[in-house]
């Protein structure tokens, strides 16, 4: 049995999503709540996300897997699930835990928390010249000296909007594709005067969207034209044109997926290769 695990998290205390040997993460914090809470051994529990989020980046709205022995008694009596165990990952977690359980339920058949997303949605929180700085929030938004020019940043966004490659702002990984489709890149300042950027895409690749962040920053200042912009992105060589911005700015908030009849079909779409895209 799969079950499916919607969460969120204050990304500050954590060197990222992925367990890492000797570095707090929020997968090893997770996993060992969830071993406590189903009585297992930490080994059994192989958590699998939506997106790996880097360090100091937070999230309100992501989404894992995992799968269950077969012999494990929740199989044979699934209507504990989300109730008994829910409460039970909640108290494993800690009351002051940086880590919130929103959800926990049965995975429908095909799905899978990486691949069977059809688009994930990123904020990411600017306080310039112009803004209201909330100390409160300081962990959650970047603050700059600069006035920002949103016109200049939504033109940008929507040049940049469509299937490329994205290697101009993607950290290289070995055997990882930088093609991805860009659906919104738009910028709006809420009551606060505070600049919410949203972006989203089918999937990003490292560090893509805090370099996308750079790209507008620097657009909106003055420095760069968004024509510039697009032509170092469809050069797809990694650029110092820009700064990629700090992590605690950046919060994955949504994770969308298809009808469950769909699930197992997007995630072997997903899967497959994706060319190299032409002239």
């Known amino acids: 049995m799969r079950l499916r695990v919607d969460l969120a998290y204050d990304g500050s205390g954590f060197s990222g999503w992925a367990k890492q040997p000797s570095l707090p993460s929020v997968q090893q914090t997770l996993q060992t709540a969830l071993s406590k809470a189903l009585r297992l051994d930490v080994s059994e529990v192989k958590t699998v996300v939506a997106g790996r989020t880097d360090s100091g980046v937070h999230a309100t709205g992501q989404v894992c897997h995992l799968d269950l022995p077969s012999d494990h008694p929740l199989v044979a009596a699934p209507q504990r699930v989300d109730g008994e165990l829910l ?23 095909g799905f899978d928390a990486r691949f069977s997303p059809l688009r994930r949605r990123y ?68 009551f606060e005067g505070v600049l919410c950027g949203t972006v989203v895409a089918d999937a990003f690749c490292h560090s893509m ?48 997926y298809p009808k469950d009849r769909e699930l197992a079909r997007r995630a072997q779409l997903t899967r497959a290769p994706r060319a190299p895209l032409s002239d």
Do not use: Q
Request: charged share 25%; with cysteine.
């Open 87 to 109: 409460k039970r990952l909640r108290g494993a977690l800690g009351k002051t835990s940086s880590i919130w359980v929103n959800r926990v339920s049965i995975a429908p058949e």
């Open 123 to 190: 904020e990411y929180r600017v306080a310039d010249a112009v803004a209201t700085k909330d100390p409160r929030l300081a962990g959650h938004t970047l603050w700059i000296s600069d006035s920002l020019n949103v016109s200049a940043m939504n033109r940008l966004g929507k040049a940049l909007l469509g299937l490329h490659d994205w290697a101009s702002f993607c950290r290289a990984r070995e055997g990882a594709t930088t093609i991805r489709t860009m659906e919104n890149f738009s910028w709006a300042r809420d």
């Open 209 to 256: 969207v805090r370099s996308l962040v750079g790209a507008a920053i620097s657009v909106g200042k003055g420095d760069l034209e968004a024509s510039e912009v697009v032509a170092l992105r469809d050069k797809a060589d990694r650029t110092s044109a820009w700064k990629t911005m700090p992590a605690h700015g950046l919060t994955l908030v949504e994770v969308v």
